[in-house]
């Protein structure tokens, strides 16, 4: 948001996602109703500072965030709204570490607020927080969507009211080791924070899904009311009229395909405005083939779809009042469901000038003038259909109480439920339910079968993301859900996934990168699998680009010796196990890295890191 233009700014969630170049995030709580794998990794690349300009980042970078971000960082979702990417690399296997599940029953109510919450702190020791709350899901899909970014500062910043109440609840379904809710409400209830340039905020309402809460009434005597959603219902717009003796101008700007829903009673507004419905991740994509894309290929793709999405996915409402101008920001829709508590949303209250209303009045003027339909829509065959199939998705997630055990090399799924002891199955009994290893086939899901084997996979595969599919006959709505490991998959398993993902040359690659802080194969894109280049025949191993330097070991060491030692740990975590399969797939790559580590060794004895690490 800015005084100065007439229309909000463009920027990216990432950005507030994003570090300074001098810090370092120390937790990072996110919220969202959908979340897909490839958005799930480039907030991390964001958060450890190692995305591009297009919000991406090479093989190494993505490892590096892994490494830097675990232990920190929760993305927290609603059960059953996990979404495939549209070709799901290996290692998207070690991001079930970051994501817990609200298991909310969504016949009833859903876990829909879209907050961040990040502490940081600086190379000079200071600790920073960022809180952004808005409307967007974490999903790769490109809508209109609207968010407020608050920072710490003292110049200009002050205690907001509700951000403890936020807090405390991230903290408690994150789950995070040494995370108290309670130190952390404290914490940030004192922090002084600063909005951007005219905005004051009121307060920070937290909805905990609970109900018993009441919507906002427009101040009797208010000039104009300003209602935007992609989705409605007619008791809460009911709501939003002014009693004075002059009514209000009242605005709705939703989607055609809610104005063709909610029929005649829309006609009460004075200008009722449409744009195009939001994009969401795919229902059911087709089986994955074979990458053989190029990474041009792929970006232009997303170029593509990036200009064409523009649905509208913003929630506001707006109050002027003479001068006084309130809004209402965040994730929830024009709904009772939404405003009264049944859903868990979170909305900041805010005091706007005049300068910033003339964003609001642009997002208008770019909608088009419709007429509320002289009937309500009934839904076809189709509709219902796909209906049928959504409330299929939510009772198994809803009745989800399944973990995941190994049995050789074979994962098991076990599903353990007092309330459902026959499954998770929906109840409509022709509707069919299949399951599958993130990588593996799916495979039907038999009512009241408890055990369902999912096949042999690679310990560097394991993942605790699941895909389910329910369908019926030719239509079908695909996801992901997480089972528990037992006993939990820990970093072997990412190390192993990190071996067979970098490779032997992609490891060094990573390592030397590290050490010069260059990020040499920053040009790559972890969400695209390919072969590694193995070293050139008859190439000499010593000379390989991609063998880490002495004078950059020595560098490294001498530039900040912490952060030295930090790598050689990586070093010696995961050295054994690129050597192994080095050594099964590749002599001269596996040649390159005997030198590697005999260099190494020597290195360290040289600086008596040697000594250093046997005492540690």
């Known amino acids: 948001m800015s005084g100065a233009a007439d229309s909000w700014p463009a920027l990216s969630f990432l950005e507030g996602l994003r570090p300074g170049p001098d810090e370092n995030v120390e937790l990072a709580l996110l919220a969202s109703y959908s979340a897909d794998l490839g958005s799930i990794g480039a907030a991390l690349l964001a958060l450890a500072g190692k995305d591009n300009e297009a919000g991406r980042g090479s093989p190494s970078d993505f490892a590096d965030a892994v490494e830097r971000l675990r232990g920190k960082v929760r993305i927290i979702i609603q059960r059953g709204r996990l979404a495939k990417m549209r070709r799901t690399p290996r290692i998207a296997a070690v991001l079930d570490q970051f994501v817990r599940e609200v298991d909310f029953d969504e016949a009833t109510h859903s876990w829909h607020p879209k907050a961040a919450l990040m502490r940081t702190r600086s190379e000079s020791g200071e600790t920073g927080w960022r809180l952004w709350i808005g409307s967007r899901n974490l999903t790769e899909c490109v809508n209109r969507d609207i968010g407020l970014l608050l920072v710490s500062g003292e110049n200009g910043g002050g205690p907001i009211t509700g951000a403890g109440d936020l807090a405390r609840a991230l903290a408690e379904r994150a789950e995070l080791k040494g995370v108290r809710p309670a130190s952390l409400a404290t914490a940030v209830t004192k922090i002084p924070w600063r909005a951007p340039a005219g905005v004051r905020v009121e307060r920070i309402r937290w909805f905990t899904g609970t109900g018993e809460l009441q919507a906002p009434v427009p101040p009797a005597g208010a000039d104009e009311i300003v209602v935007v959603s992609p989705f409605i219902d007619k008791n809460f717009l009911a709501g939003q009229v002014s009693k004075g003796p002059k009514p209000a101008r009242r605005v709705l700007l939703t989607t055609m395909r809610e104005i063709e829903r909610v029929g005649p009673s829309l006609s009460s507004f004075d200008d009722l405005l449409a744009l195009d ?89 770019s909608a088009r003038i419709v007429e509320a339909p002289d009937t309500e829509y009934q839904p076809d065959a189709a509709a219902l259909e796909e209906e049928a199939l959504e409330r299929a998705r939510a009772q198994v997630a809803a009745r989800w109480a399944s973990t995941l055990s190994i049995d050789g090399d074979e994962i098991r799924l076990v599903h353990g439920s007092d309330l459902y002891p026959d499954g998770p199955h929906p109840e409509e009994a022709d509707i069919l339910l299949e399951v599958g290893a993130l990588h593996g086939e799916l495979k039907a899901w038999l009512r009241r079968q408890t055990t369902v084997a999912l096949g042999p996979t690679l310990p560097a595969e394991r993942s605790e993301f699941v895909r389910l599919r329910v369908s019926r006959g030719a239509k079908g709505l695909s996801w992901l859900q997480r089972a528990p490991a037992d006993p939990p998959f820990g970093e072997e398993r990412d190390r192993a996934a990190f071996v067979r993902f970098l490779g032997a040359r992609g490891f060094l690659l990573w390592l030397a990168g590290l050490l010069a802080d260059d990020g040499r194969d920053g040009e790559d894109d972890w969400t695209i699998e390919k072969q590694q280049d193995r070293a050139a025949p008859g190439a000499n191993p010593a000379l390989d680009p991609a063998l880490p330097t002495l004078e950059e070991m020595l560098a490294a060491w001498s530039r900040d010796q912490n952060k030295f030692r930090e790598i050689e740990r990586r070093v010696s975590e995961y050295l054994p196990a690129v050597l192994e399969q080095a050594g099964q797939e590749d002599p001269q790559t596996a040649a390159m890295l005997r030198r590697f580590e005999e260099l190494w060794g020597k290195l360290r004895v040289g600086l008596g890191e040697e000594r250093k690490g046997k005492r540690r």
């Open 277 to 365: 419905a939001p994009d969401y991740p795919i229902g059911d994509p087709e089986p994955e083939q074979a990458n053989t894309g190029s990474a041009s290929d792929a970006d232009t793709a997303d170029d593509e779809e990036a200009e064409i999405g523009r649905g509208l996915h913003a929630k506001l409402l707006f109050v002027r009042a003479g001068r006084k101008r309130t809004l209402w920001l965040g994730s929830a829709n024009a709904t009772m469901r939404a405003w009264t508590g049944r859903n868990a949303e979170v909305i900041a209250e805010l005091q706007i000038t005049e300068a910033l209303e003339k964003g609001l009045k642009a997002l208008l003027d």
